[in-house]
């Protein structure tokens, strides 16, 4: 199949555009900065005529997307292409004054998931924040939300649960591309940000990131392939919780599972509730790092059926909910940290909501129709900042 979307960074390179022109840029990417033909955008950056590459910017994974999940990125200098690279997941998330000394315009270009807890959403905004303080234009290169961009899925983001895996009030699944965010947060957050796209060519709401025709580059270590993007959304969830969202297993998200758990009567539970889209089936696995770390699991692995019809964000609250049903002298949520107070689970929701009530019929089914709700609203909320139409 051949490529039938430009990136914005694939524009870029064919048209330049005037935010850089005669500018030194420094560039916020990871390896998902790439062109349809396998040029990283740091190749691309450094060798504009017009410009010059004076600072890179890493966030979680690293520049190379070397590093797991929560590892510090530390500030370093990038032997090749000669230049700083600055951490914006160590002790500052926000590029700071002196970052930017350098810098004229911030370049973004990075592949999110189309869902609020992923990081590189929320290191966009601090970017937002930084240029805005600071005086700098920003020029984010839009790329495809792989989910596509008619689904939205959960419910918004509530004041006080903001962190670094919910930057602002937006529903888990935001069924937006990276540049409709920028626009929309700098406009009703007030930002104030000198903000352009370069808007992507080609693409519509209606495509998955399979009929692009794009490279596909893993995001982060543990987002192989569009199998995984699809079911995040939901088990991610698990990160919350003692359970393995599969962490060291050859199909992380995809699987779930814990030593005590029982695969085979969840998958039959689960199966009996008839989702749109998935079907669940009993897999053994012992996972290599994180949770239970050589450990023998039983859990149970979703296939999606239908990408069409599967709602990730409803299947990881189901999932969660009969897990709970199943063992509830096993599963608990993680604690908090010493030092903070909130608990991981309530990051990820949004909210103690989902803490709170799931577990029992008459919760599962408040959350479930509450998100749906706001999710409905939220595509209202959202119309005047799309770029590519309405599904």
């Known amino acids: 199949m051949g490529t039938v979307v430009e990136t914005g960074i ?10 850089i022109t005669g500018r030194r840029i420094g560039l916020v990417t990871n390896p998902t900065g790439i062109t349809a033909d396998f040029r990283s955008s740091i190749e691309v950056c450094s060798n504009l005529e017009t410009s010059v590459l004076t600072a890179l910017f890493a966030c979680e994974h690293g520049l190379y997307g070397e590093l797991q999940a929560g590892k510090r990125v530390e500030d370093v200098q990038d032997e090749r292409f000669g230049v700083p690279v600055f951490s914006l997941y160590g002790i500052s998330k926000k590029p700071t004054a002196d970052m930017l000394q350098h810098v004229d315009t911030v370049v973004f270009d990075i592949q999110d998931l189309g869902v609020r807890f992923y990081t590189y959403l929320t290191t966009l905004s601090y970017v937002m924040e930084a240029c805005a303080e600071h005086g700098k234009s920003l020029l984010v290169l839009d790329r495809p939300n792989p989910l596509g961009g008619a689904l939205c899925e959960g419910g918004f983001l509530k004041a006080g649960f903001e962190s670094m895996v919910g930057a602002w009030t937006m529903p888990i699944r935001t069924g937006m591309t990276i540049g409709e965010l920028a626009r929309m947060m700098n406009d009703l957050r007030g930002l104030g940000c000198d903000l352009d796209i370069v808007p992507l060519t080609g693409w519509n709401r ?5 009929a692009t025709g794009l490279p596909w580059m893993m995001p982060s270590p543990n987002i192989p392939t569009m199998d995984t993007v699809r079911v995040y959304g ?5 990160e919350g919780t003692n359970v393995s969202e599969g962490r060291g297993t050859t199909r992380p998200f995809e699987w779930i599972g814990a030593p005590w758990l029982d695969g085979r009567k969840l998958a039959e539970r ?3 509730y008839r989702l749109p889209g998935v079907h ?4 053994y696995m012992s996972p290599t790092f994180s949770k239970y770390q050589g450990e023998l699991c039983d859990g149970v692995r979703l296939f999606v059926t239908d990408i069409e019809r599967f709602e990730s964000v409803r299947t990881g609250l ?3 909910h009969e897990v709970m049903n199943l063992h509830p002298d096993h599963f608990k949520w993680l604690e908090p940290p010493k030092d903070r107070s909130r608990y991981f689970i309530d990051l990820l929701t949004g909210g103690d909501d989902v803490r709170r009530l799931i577990g029992t ?8 129709d509450s998100w749906r709700e706001q999710a409905e609203e939220w595509k209202i909320i959202r119309k005047s ?3 590519y139409g309405e599904e």
């Open 10 to 19: 694939d524009v870029l390179q064919r048209l330049g555009h005037p935010l």
């Open 318 to 320: 189901t999932l969660l």
């Open 385 to 387: 900042y799309l770029l």
């Open 206 to 210: 209606s495509m998955e990131f399979t």
């Open 361 to 368: 019929d008459d919760g599962l089914r408040l959350i479930v």
């Open 234 to 238: 939901g088990t991610c969830l698990f």
């Open 280 to 283: 669940f089936h009993s897999v």
């Open 270 to 272: 689960l199966n009996g």
